[in-house]
């Protein structure tokens, strides 16, 4: 008995594990792994220029903080898009930084570069500065 329980089990398995790895068509999934190499040259264009507009920010001298000036409510400046307070992705597109505010299911590696480089340049903005 214990024998047709392992024997099940074990095509359980295998068949878990093709399920994952082949999509409804039965045909493979491609990985991120696979992406063409334009789309990895424009991410790897857009990290520079974020490094950029970072270094360039830490040269100005530019705190961490920014000010909303509707509230006065201060805030940090955010390490990432995602986390960052509705006020401040409303301010991005106000500012004409962003074209919108993004949700986060629709974030991808070229819309947080480009997000980070409009918080910096939101952050040399005498408006925001805490």
């Known amino acids: ?10 095509v359980f398995v ?6 994952v790895i082949t999509d409804k068509n039965g ?4 990985t991120h792994l696979s992406a063409d190499a334009s789309s990895a040259e424009a991410v790897v264009d ?3 220029v974020v490094d950029d507009a970072i270094q360039a920010a830490i040269n100005l001298n530019i705190g961490d903080e920014l000010k909303n000036p509707a509230t006065g409510e201060v805030s940090k400046i955010p390490n990432n898009y995602r986390f960052g ?5 409303e301010a991005l597109v106000v500012e004409g930084l962003l074209d919108k505010v993004y949700k986060n299911n629709e974030l991808n590696d070229m819309i947080n570069a480009k997000a980070q480089t409009a918080m910096a340049t939101l952050a040399t903005m005498d408006k925001y500065k805490a």
């Open 85 to 89: 307070k509705r006020w401040i992705k």
């Open 1 to 10: 008995m214990s024998e047709i329980i392992f024997i099940l089990v074990v």
């Open 27 to 30: 045909a493979p999934q491609t």
């Open 14 to 19: 295998a068949y878990v594990a093709y399920t």
């Open 46 to 48: 857009e990290a520079v």
